[in-house]
């Protein structure tokens, strides 16, 4: 797919609607290769974390299946986004620790982290505002590649070019062929056509060159979550993907989460919107004062009645 075949849609002034046409393209070269569904991915495993006095995290224990889409909820300060912050290497635990693939990685860098196959958005949205959007994309996919900073300047390790990737040049294709391509120009071009398929994918290729900081809300959104894709993880964090949407743009990012499951990813989404996760969820998870209060399916956590108080508030029954 060439950059040419994104269609520019004129109407899309900087209020455009978030809501956008299915994507119906079935995206299998966006997929990833996973093991086995259902296995344990992640664990945090009785983990605490202390600031000073505060304890955000009290012996907090859960996991996440590979292939699932698991909701952290819990009312504001119930510590949703520090157990992100764990997961990713932000912080490290003052006990417990997290293992994911079975390996720790508590007190690991967060990129590290990353090039392990964890990815995350930010509940303020994080993106590099004076690149476009395919470039904030492309930083993403600059995760996976092999070549090193010096390869990438000498344009060293070249590699015999399949017909596909030889230019369309003649002069250029000549020299291709007799001398190669360096495997960081490769790497570049299948780069940019991944993150082309991911912003279709998020359904706001219709903007890929336009300056981030230009995109309408709800497209800054999504391109925040096409970046995080363009790692390849195996695991996606969502810290509050639908703040601020309209009931339409909730109902898209539904739909959304369920067709990056179907790729392979598996999801896990902090949101307080309760139609949303109990929708789009398999299991949840349910944090207070920084402590695992219930685990289920959402049938089961809507019913739950430390939740239901939790979020209602208890009866006054003493009054
Ligand atoms: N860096 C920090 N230093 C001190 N206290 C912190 C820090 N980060 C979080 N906390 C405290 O830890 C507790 C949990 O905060 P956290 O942000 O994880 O909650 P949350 O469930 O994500 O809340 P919200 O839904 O409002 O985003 C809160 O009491 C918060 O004030």
Known sequence: MSDQTIQNDPETGSDAPLTVAPDTSDHE?????????????????????????????????????????????????????????????????????????????????????????????FQNIRLFP?????????????????????????????????????????????????FGISRHTLEERSGRVRSM??????????????????????????????????????????DEPAAGFNPAEKEDLMDLIRRIRDLGHTVLVIEHDMKLVLGVTDRIVVLEFGQKIAEGTPEAVARNPKVIAAYLGEPDDAA
């Open 197 to 238: 398929e991911l912003l279709k994918f998020v359904g706001i290729a219709d903007r890929a060159h336009e300056l981030s900081r230009n995109l309408p809300y709800g497209y800054q959104r999504r391109l925040e979550i096409a970046r995080a894709l363009a790692t390849q993880p195996e695991l996606l964090c969502l």
């Open 29 to 121: 070269a966006l997929s990833i290769e996973v093991g086995p569904e259902g296995e344990t991915l992640l664990e945090i495993d009785h983990v605490t974390l202390r600031f000073g006095g505060v304890v955000a995290l009290n012996d907090v224990h859960f996991s996440i299946k590979r292939g699932e889409i698991l909701g952290l909820i819990g009312p504001n300060g119930a510590g949703k986004t520090t157990c992100f912050n764990v997961m990713t290497g932000v912080y490290t635990p003052t006990a417990g620790e997290v293992r994911f693939n079975g390996q720790v990685i508590s007190g690991t860098k967060p990129h590290k982290i990353n090039q392990l196959g964890i990815a995350r958005t």
């Open 130 to 178: 004076e690149m476009s959007a395919l470039e904030n994309v492309m930083v993403g996919c600059d995760a996976r590649h092999k070549t090193s900073v010096l390869g990438a300047l000498f344009r060293a390790y070249r590699v015999r070019p399949s017909e596909d990737d030889l230019p369309d040049n003649p002069l250029k294709r000549s020299l291709a062929k007799v």
